[in-house]
């Protein structure tokens, strides 16, 4: 049979199983020692080596029979959790996910008996772990194991899915109902001969479901089946209670955004094309038209949203791992993972999250011994959160930490040459923590696998940017530092206002802009060759569109301006361009290879009329030539 087909599914499943047992180690690893605990991650582990097995990975499947063995003596009680025994699972669920990444990747798993595989092999063969098991009477077993329950309707009975369906929405009401043989559709239609067979897990008695479901009409006998001697329960197809879902193609899903946003543009230039006549009927059908594609818009990037809950799972194992590595002692708080962001933004901002939590592991959590000192909890914390800030996304790194040393990040600063000694004594602490975000800076004085090569934030800064996005750092010496990442939610379709420059159109995102200003020639300060304009009682930088795109005419001699202000942060930057049109959604379409280099553009769109317009990169305007003024 042709395996690669399947594939996809095998890697999707086997990362969620893989991530449902970390999950539930780490609830083991805190205290929790529930056997709905146990089950789940036997469950998982038994649904990898069955997917394994049948694509043929067999280090993958040996592995996990591995942890089976280990698990099932935990449910019958033969041995109990220890410390050991929970970074032997750690470990060995950690080779499995470093071989399905090789699977990913193409590479294939190693089939020989690895180290991992044999320590679970000897833990098992420890006699001092053995430890006999209470027998419990049948009427009083919690269904926590792997037990199913065969369901024998009466021969008479003559709606035999209608009574079927019943008995499993009684069922329901005690348990979780996990598969069921035949299949649920069948049951429902009445497929089956004299019984059915539920796999369920509940924390009631047999006898409470046994007396329940027995007292239901035409329901002849109840019974309960344990699984023994490691053999497999009579179970097949998944019983599905909640919403339906289908999978989709990623690339399917992007050949229907395009066409979403073809739509788009072409609704607007319906839109503008309309506008000399005054015909009723064709306005209500434009207006209804305009309805529409916002629905199918809304509903296709709604289709694009992902949980950001897929990015957040990731660190847990990481910050354990680093944790240990170095003698420290730290824990990791999620909140907010039902954000949903789109899936563009989700797969690149992994990275940039893994820089900022590893630079808190190694220079913000301090070794248990000085927390001590400082009169902290032994265990420090590192907190992921992130939350809708209007059309964006705020995701926020906090840690508990020494926070930011002040005197460490000038003197570094000042032997790189990067600021002088005089300008150093003058900077505001948000100023040097900005420092951070210099290429090539880092605080570390030794290299290590976590810092000190030279790779520094401003690889997080740039690839943040790249995304449309801004970060800021804030720090409390002794209490701790906070990294913020402000990002769209989407970045296929965005509201922009579109200005004139000259004869052409520009647009700058909505969410970047703070305000719209009409000035006068007199309100301009000049200070050196710069200018600038006086803001919320703050002075801020004033550059002119057409001499950014050097255009010949000199802009800043008339009378009048238009002034859009732009912000990042706590910081503002005007912006003088020849007139403001209005505001619109747009479809922002890439740049070509060779437009790369163009750093104050950041893509295109395509207007109503078939015109192309820029669409500004407001971030280039905040670097280095914003600092004389406004630092």
Known sequence: MEMNQYLDIFIDESKQHLQNMYDYLLKVENGTREDGVVHEI???????????????????????????????????????????????????????????????????????????????????????????????????????????????????CLLKGARAYMVLQKIEEYATVIKTSPSFEEIKEGNFTEHFIIHIRSEEPFSLIQKEVMHMTDVKNVELHIRENKKEAVVSSEYTAASETVRVKLDDLNVLMNLVEELVIDRTRIQQMIQPFSDHDLDDTVKHLFR?????????????????????????????????????????????????????????????????????????????????????????????????????????????????????????????????????????DEDVYQLLFTPGFSTADEVSNLSGRGVGLDVVRNSIEALGGTTSVASKSGQGTVFSIDIPATLSIVCAMLIKMKEDICAVPISSIAETLFIEKEEILHIGEEHAIHFRNKVIPLFFLNELFEYNEEQKERLHHYVVILEKGEKYVALGVDGFLHQQDIVVKPLSSYLKHVSLVSGATILGDGKVALILNHNELFKDRVKGIDG
């Open 42 to 156: 036997f469950r998982s582990a038994h649904t990898l080596k069955g997917m394994a097995a049948t694509m043929g990975y067999e280090h993958v499947t040996e592995l996990t029979h591995g942890l089976e063995n280990i698990l099932d003596e935990l449910r019958n009680e033969k041995i109990d959790w220890s410390n050991d025994l929970i970074d032997l699972m750690f470990q060995a669920v950690e080779e499995l996910s470093e071989s399905v990444d090789k699977i990913v990747k193409g590479e294939g798993t190693v089939s020989f008996k690895t180290e991992t595989l044999i320590e679970l092999h000897e833990f098992l063969s420890s006699p001092s772990l053995s430890k006999e098991r209470e027998e419990k009477p049948l009427s009083s077993l919690s269904i926590n194991d792997d037990s199913i329950i065969k369901i024998h309707l009466s021969e008479d």
């Open 292 to 428: 529409l594609t916002n629905d199918l818009q809304q509903v296709v990037i709604n289709m694009r949203m992902v949980p950001i809950e897929t990015v957040f799972k990731r660190f847990p194992p990481m910050v354990r791992n680093l944790a240990r590595t170095l003698g420290k002692k730290i824990r990791v708080k999620l909140t907010g993972q039902e954000t949903a962001l789109d899936r563009t933004i989700v797969e690149k901002i992994g990275d940039p999250l893994v820089h900022l939590i590893r630079n808190s592991i190694d220079h913000g959590i301090e070794h248990p011994e000085q927390r001590r000192e400082n009169g902290k909890e032994l265990e420090g914390t590192i907190e992921l959160s992130a939350r809708y800030k209007g059309s964006r996304i705020l995701i926020e790194i906090k840690d508990d930490g020494s926070g930011i040393n002040r005197q460490s990040v000038l003197a570094k600063a000042i032997s790189k040459n990067i600021v002088s000694n005089q300008k150093a004594n003058s900077m505001l």
